[in-house]
């Protein structure tokens, strides 16, 4: 499966961004968003499954929003109200139906103060 994500860039404190990532190849079981900021590990951001199910990092509830368009096999991530500390390289997560996983090429988020 090939992950095509977008919308990663620098926004200032208290803005906004959208990610996407698209799957291409076969459909997806749970889609959704880890993130890395440097120094650290990788972590959930929030995730969704097929079925419109969603799971959400404690510090994004409230703030995040994950949706899919199942047609175009492709997950979005709207963020608001982004903190500094959430300057990460954001991660696309895919998981389908039989057990496969993969991981985007990570897509750079950056909030100034």
């Known amino acids: 499966v090939q992950l095509q994500a977008s919308g990663g860039g620098l926004v200032q404190a208290g803005g906004s961004l959208r990610l996407s990532c698209a799957a291409f190849g076969t459909i997806f079981s749970i889609m959704g968003w880890y993130r890395q900021a440097p120094g650290k590990q990788r972590e959930l951001v929030a995730i969704i499954t097929r079925g419109g199910s969603t799971t959400y990092a404690d510090s994004v509830k409230g703030r995040f929003t994950i949706s899919s368009d199942n047609a175009k096999n492709t997950v979005y991530l709207q963020m608001n109200s982004l903190k500094p500390e959430e300057t990460a390289v954001y991660y696309c997560?895919?998981?389908?139906?039989?057990?496969?996983?993969?991981w985007g090429q990570g897509t750079l988020v950056t909030v100034s103060s």
């Open positions: 997560n895919y998981r389908s139906p039989y057990g496969l996983e993969s």
